[in-house]
């Protein structure tokens, strides 16, 4: 006879380590953000987690199929922190610019778990509640199914690649970001004018501007862009 399947939920630890912690996968999610967090990507092992959770490593798979599950619950993680709290307000520009902003900012939170994840398509319960949640506000506002998924398409790979720009500056050691941040103003702003005449003229602007994410910037010029297009259909 065919082995029986065990529930997943039978598979999970419930008895406590033995520091009396009981396992979860919000418990391992977290763990592994701040080892990520504390020690890069490198430092995230199923050896150093177990260590970390005072559990056998074995046990991590009665949660997660793999490593490499367990990154992708990372990733929906973040999502679904960029998500608590949020509703939309039936402004569907207000509703995308805060989603938007919210994603973003709950990566660069935390950069180096960002670096691992923002390329990543989970298909998990957060992912799908957010990918659900930009679909109905485009929807709704009046744009034919095409133009929805064109919108949608450059709105969510827009803010996970600046993501993914953001989060790898900021996972840098603090002296190689302090040294690339202080090359608007030791460099560019030296450059002459008889050679770089117009890096020259924006160098004090470039100074100010290039150390902060464009995120913001780019965000509305889609947001532009749709609503004219939007504009353009409703004649």
Same mark, same amino acid.
């Given at each position: 006879?065919?082995?029986?399947v065990?529930?997943e939920e039978?598979r @999970? ?6 520091s009396? *912690?009981?396992l979860?996968?919000?418990l391992?999610?977290?763990t %592994?953000?701040r080892? #990520?967090r504390?020690?890069?990507?490198a430092g /995230?092992t199923a050896?150093?987690?177990g260590l970390?959770l ?5 046990t991590?798979y009665?949660y &997660?199929r793999?490593m490499?599950? /367990? $990154?992708l619950? $990372? ?7 960029? #998500?608590?709290g949020w509703?939309p *307000?039936g !402004?569907?520009?207000?509703d =995308?610019?805060a989603v ?9 939170a935390h ?6 994840t923002?390329?990543r398509?989970t298909? @998990?319960?957060n !992912?799908l509640? %957010?990918?659900?949640a930009?679909? +109905?506000?485009l929807? *709704?506002?009046? &744009?034919?199914l095409?133009d *929805?998924?064109r919108?949608?398409?450059? &709105? $969510? +790979?827009q803010?996970?690649a600046f993501?993914?720009?953001d989060a790898a500056s900021l996972?840098l050691?603090?002296?190689? /970001?302090r040294a ?16 770089h005449p117009?890096i %020259?003229?924006a160098?004090?602007?470039l100074a100010a @501007?290039?150390?902060?994410s464009?995120?913001?910037t780019?965000?509305e010029m889609?947001l +532009?862009? %749709?609503?004219?297009? #939007?504009?353009a =259909?409703?004649?």
């Amino acid at each position: 006879m065919p082995k029986a399947v065990v529930p997943e939920e039978k598979r @999970r630890r419930r008895r406590p380590t033995r520091s009396g *912690t009981v396992l979860s996968e919000a418990l391992i999610v977290e763990t %592994a953000l701040r080892m #990520l967090r504390e020690h890069g990507s490198a430092g /995230l092992t199923a050896r150093r987690l177990g260590l970390a959770l005072d559990a056998d490593p074995s046990t991590l798979y009665r949660y &997660f199929r793999g490593m490499d599950d /367990l $990154i992708l619950a $990372i990733g929906d993680a973040l999502i679904g922190q960029a #998500l608590d709290g949020w509703q939309p *307000t039936g !402004e569907w520009r207000a509703d =995308l610019r805060a989603v938007g902003l919210r994603i973003h900012a709950a990566y660069v939170a935390h950069p180096q778990a960002a670096v691992l994840t923002t390329s990543r398509v989970t298909g @998990r319960a957060n !992912e799908l509640a %957010a990918d659900e949640a930009v679909l +109905d506000v485009l929807r *709704t506002a009046g &744009f034919p199914l095409p133009d *929805t998924v064109r919108v949608y398409h450059a &709105f $969510i +790979d827009q803010t996970l690649a600046f993501a993914a720009l953001d989060a790898a500056s900021l996972a840098l050691p603090s002296a190689a /970001l302090r040294a690339d941040e202080g090359m608007w103003r030791s460099t560019y702003a030296r450059l002459p004018r008889t050679t770089h005449p117009r890096i %020259a003229e924006a160098a004090p602007l470039l100074a100010a @501007r290039m150390v902060d994410s464009a995120y913001p910037t780019a965000l509305e010029m889609l947001l +532009d862009s %749709a609503e004219a297009q #939007l504009r353009a =259909l409703n004649g």
